[in-house]
């Protein structure tokens, strides 16, 4: 059956320091993957979207790479602040149905 | 733009209640999503609509669960009867038909508490 991994524990950075989050997926060729940020008691919300034939996508501080051969993205965010602490969750999405990954909660030390 | 509207946010019911959530999608998407999201199993998609018709209900867990969407701009999630392991929050989103980005927008959920 299809499963998508993401660090099941939290992950704590050091502010200005760069987070790095994990989404490794196994039965399953999503034609794209999106990731999603979402704060407690607050519905996600969407980030961004990689498409299987890029390698890499960027948003502001944020950095998206796909590796269909691995199965895996990566979710870079730069220069980190408390701000940036929530959960992050990524999604495969292969015609109109997507699958959720059970996220990872990133925690920003001041 | 309001977003995605759902009401109630809270909901406490006991066992063998029915319950009814309800869901406004954003103005002029003709794509809307029912999720539930608990520690254990994370965010699992219910079921979804294409201009107010069910596409996939495969994500229903059981008979005791139905969704109807009567019109574009309404759509409604019953549990009759409830169960204590229907506790979770559940989301409705919704998704312009731009397929090139996929992004759907999320309400902010009701949290369902049945004793």
């Known amino acids: 059956s299809q499963k998508i991994e993401q660090n099941s524990e939290a992950l704590n950075i050091q502010e200005g320091k760069t987070a790095t989050l994990t989404c490794n997926y196994t039965?399953?060729?999503?034609?794209?993957l999106q990731w999603y940020r979402q704060d407690p008691g607050r519905g996600p919300v969407f980030l961004l979207l990689i498409r299987e034939n890029e390698k890499e996508k960027r948003k502001e501080r944020l950095k998206v790479t796909f590796d269909t051969t691995l199965k895996q993205s990566l979710f870079h965010i730069t220069a980190s602040q408390p701000a940036d602490s929530a959960t992050y969750l990524c999604?495969?999405?292969?015609?109109?149905?997507?699958?959720f990954g059970k996220g990872t909660r990133l925690h920003i030390l001041p | 733009d309001a977003g995605v509207i759902q009401s109630p946010r809270h909901e406490v019911t006991e066992m063998g209640q029915e319950v009814t959530l309800r869901c406004k999608p954003i103005s002029g998407h003709n794509s809307l999503f029912w999720y539930r999201q608990t520690m254990m199993r994370g965010l699992e998609l219910l079921i979804y609509f294409n201009n107010n018709v069910p596409i996939d209900d495969s994500g229903m867990p059981e008979d005791r669960f139905s969704a109807k969407m009567p019109n574009a701009s309404f759509s409604t999630l019953k549990i009759q009867p409830s169960e204590p392991r229907d506790s979770a929050v559940y989301f409705c989103?919704?998704?312009?038909?731009?397929?090139?980005?996929?992004?759907?927008?999320f309400g902010p959920g009701t949290r369902l508490t049945v004793t």
């Open positions: 039965n399953y060729s999503p034609a794209y």
């Open positions: 999604a495969l999405v292969r015609g109109d149905k997507i699958i």
């Open positions: 989103a919704s998704r312009h038909g731009d397929r090139r980005t996929y992004e759907q927008y």
